[in-house]
């Protein structure tokens, strides 16, 4: 699914974001991601997005080779991939269900099944009664619903979320922990970077890696207190 080896992240301006780092992650993995910020987990998760690229090493995720930039390929694998971002990344003045299709629309699906799909995911993360409504309205909250909404629907083999607890209370940050693990099975891997480490003794089990000044310490140890 994921595999890294003596792979880093040396930006254009020369910061050296990623130290050589090795990951093996398997089909079905959760993968929590903490660290202070600017450790490194967002130049992490660009790596697996193929944002950027590994300056040195090989990288491979989705089977697809992520070292050099082969766009087709790059395009393909994205297809498979459901992104949360940290900045939502929502289409202003369109509605819940209009941002949740319009993740879709790259992907080679009916009108039909695009539609089952984003309703379906709707009422997944809990907004099927705001779904017609614009986005522009939505708190931080059910703004970071609409973009787990959005990643799912695309029915993704790897689902990738970049802080998705933000500013939220641990209430509110421990149920999108929760919500993200959930949609995590057999054949979908979910990926997750949080500040909130003292919130993964509630969440459910998973692999937990910190990151510190760009090196991604090792050894992860299982995490993650619910059965
Ligand atoms: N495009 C870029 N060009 C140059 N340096 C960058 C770029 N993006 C990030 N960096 C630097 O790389 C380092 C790691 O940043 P990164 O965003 O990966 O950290 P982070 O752990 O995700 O932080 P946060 O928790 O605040 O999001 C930081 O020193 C940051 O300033």
């Given at each position: 699914?994921?595999?890294?080896?003596?792979?880093?992240?040396?930006?254009?301006?020369?910061?050296?974001?990623?130290?050589?780092?090795?990951?093996?992650?398997?089909?079905?993995e959760?993968?929590?991601i903490?660290?202070?910020?600017?450790?490194?987990?967002?130049?992490?998760?660009?790596?697996?997005?193929?944002?950027?690229?590994?300056?040195?090493?090989?990288?491979?995720?989705?089977?697809?080779?992520?070292?050099?930039?082969?766009?087709?390929?790059?395009?393909?694998?994205?297809?498979?991939?459901?992104?949360?971002?940290q900045?939502?990344?929502?289409?202003?003045?369109?509605?819940?269900?209009?941002?949740?299709?319009?993740?879709?629309?790259?992907?080679?699906?009916?009108?039909?099944?695009?539609?089952?799909?984003?309703e379906?995911?709707?009422?997944?993360?809990?907004?099927?009664?705001?779904?017609?409504?614009?986005?522009?309205?939505?708190?931080?909250?059910?703004?970071?619903?609409?973009?787990?909404?959005?990643?799912?629907?695309?029915r993704?083999?790897?689902?990738?979320?970049?802080?998705?607890?933000?500013?939220?209370?641990?209430?509110?940050?421990?149920?999108?922990?929760?919500?993200?693990?959930?949609?995590?099975?057999?054949?979908?891997?979910?990926?997750?970077?949080t500040?909130?480490?003292?919130?993964?003794?509630?969440?459910?089990?998973?692999?937990?890696?910190?990151?510190?000044?760009g090196?991604?310490?090792?050894?992860?140890?299982?995490?993650?207190?619910?059965?």
């Amino acid at each position: 699914m994921i595999r890294a080896v003596d792979a880093s992240l040396i930006y254009r301006d020369g910061t050296q974001a990623l130290k050589p780092f090795n990951l093996m992650v398997e089909k079905g993995e959760t993968l929590y991601i903490t660290g202070p910020s600017g450790s490194g987990k967002t130049s992490l998760l660009k790596l697996l997005m193929g944002i950027e690229f590994a300056s040195t090493g090989t990288l491979e995720v989705l089977g697809q080779s992520m070292t050099h930039r082969e766009e087709g390929a790059i395009r393909a694998m994205r297809k498979r991939i459901g992104p949360v971002f940290q900045d939502f990344r929502l289409m202003e003045g369109r509605s819940v269900y209009e941002n949740v299709v319009l993740g879709m629309r790259f992907l080679d699906l009916s009108a039909a099944d695009m539609k089952r799909q984003a309703e379906e995911s709707i009422l997944r993360v809990g907004l099927e009664h705001k779904g017609r409504q614009s986005v522009d309205n939505l708190s931080w909250g059910e703004c970071q619903r609409v973009t787990i909404a959005r990643a799912v629907a695309r029915r993704p083999e790897l689902i990738i979320a970049d802080e998705p607890t933000g500013n939220l209370d641990q209430d509110n940050a421990l149920q999108i922990l929760r919500l993200l693990t959930s949609f995590g099975d057999a054949n979908t891997t979910v990926v997750i970077t949080t500040h909130a480490t003292h919130l993964l003794s509630m969440v459910p089990a998973g692999r937990h890696l910190a990151m510190a000044s760009g090196h991604l310490l090792q050894p992860s140890k299982e995490r993650g207190g619910r059965p």
